[in-house]
Structures are given as C-alpha cells and as structure tokens.
C-alpha cells in the first residue's frame, strides 16, 4: 500500500481545491491511500528560533504525517500569482531537521484549481521547486493545471479533475515503487 499525504494550499473550509483533495480519496487508485494533512492552519511560520529541540506540537505532528507517508502531493491555488503561505510554510518545517528532513526522497506531485487562465500552475511549479530543494524528489511538472471557470459547479467532479488525480496517484506510486526497488 502506497500512503499519500496531501498538502492543501487553501484554508477555506470550502474551498475548491479542499474539494479536491477530497476527492483524491474516492479516485485513488488500489493499492494506494490518500491522507490530506492536518494542522497546516496551526503551524507558525518558520524560524530557526523556533525550531529546535521542543518545536510546538504542531511542527511534530506535520513531520510526522510527511514521515508515515511513502509520497506528497501538493493540491494548491495559486495567490497572487504565486504559492499560497501554507504550503511553502509546511515545506520549510518538513525540510528540516537538516540531513534528516521527513520530506527527503519523497516523490512529490502538484495538481490545483484556480481562477487564472493558467490554472494555478505557477503556485504548483513553485511548489515542486521548494519540494525539491527540500530535499523531496519532486516530479518536473505539474500534473494538472485547472481553470476553474471550465470545470463547473462541482469542480471535484468534474472527469477531468478525476483523471487528473488518478494519473497523479498513479505516478507517484509507481515513484515510490521504483525507489524502493533501486
């Protein structure tokens, strides 16, 4: 069993891109889970004042969440032009500590809805870029960039945002596979 975490880039409870990584559960391949991670909303802002021996629980938990995990995947809006403040902040804690970082190795995939013509897919080319510097192992593209004014009323439904997700999942298990292979 292939165990993915998903990391939302939006905080709004229902946003279209929660609703996606919802979704993300019920399009899983077999052999593979999806867990949508919990506390982003919680965690302060990175610095090395804070991290040390006895971080908040908060940090704890999220590196623990990435650590269970066999991959990540990024489900993001963009702001802005850019990658919303959680998901660059949940990177730089999965990030650290250095050399044993949870996120390290971890194939990494980026999919997201948003109201731009280009679909948020500077935030998910930022998100790989972090994610790789990070010390993840992230795929070079993202998977799918959505419009959201082409995908309807219920965007998380909608057949494109499915075979997107399922061809995201599979890539990353199929990542997984192969590293713990070689």
Not at 20 to 46: C, D, K, M, N, T
Not at 124 to 134: F, N, P, R, S, Y
Request: hydrophobic share 40%; net charge negative; charged share 25%.
């Amino acid at each position: 069993m292939t165990t993915v975490l998903v990391l939302v880039g939006s905080l709004r409870a229902d946003s279209v891109n929660r609703a996606i990584a919802h979704s993300a559960q019920e399009a899983a391949p077999e052999g593979v889970q999806v867990r949508i991670a919990r506390g982003l909303e919680r965690l302060p802002f990175y610095s090395d004042d804070v991290d040390g021996p006895e971080v908040p629980e908060t940090v704890t938990e999220l590196r623990r969440q990435v650590a269970d995990s066999d991959a990540l995947l990024v489900i993001t809006p963009e702001y802005n032009g850019g990658l919303p403040a959680v998901i660059k902040n949940a990177i730089d804690w999965a990030s650290r500590p250095y050399g044993e970082a949870p996120i390290k190795g971890k194939p990494v995939g980026a999919i997201g809805a948003a109201l731009s013509q280009y679909g948020g897919q500077w935030a998910q080319q930022e998100a790989l870029k972090a994610a790789g510097i990070a010390g993840g192992a992230p795929h070079d593209e993202p998977t799918a960039s959505l419009p959201i004014s082409r995908l309807g009323e219920n965007p998380a439904e909608h057949d494109e945002v499915v075979t997107a997700l399922r061809d995201v999942l599979t890539r990353l298990a199929d990542d997984v596979r192969e590293a713990q292979a070689a």
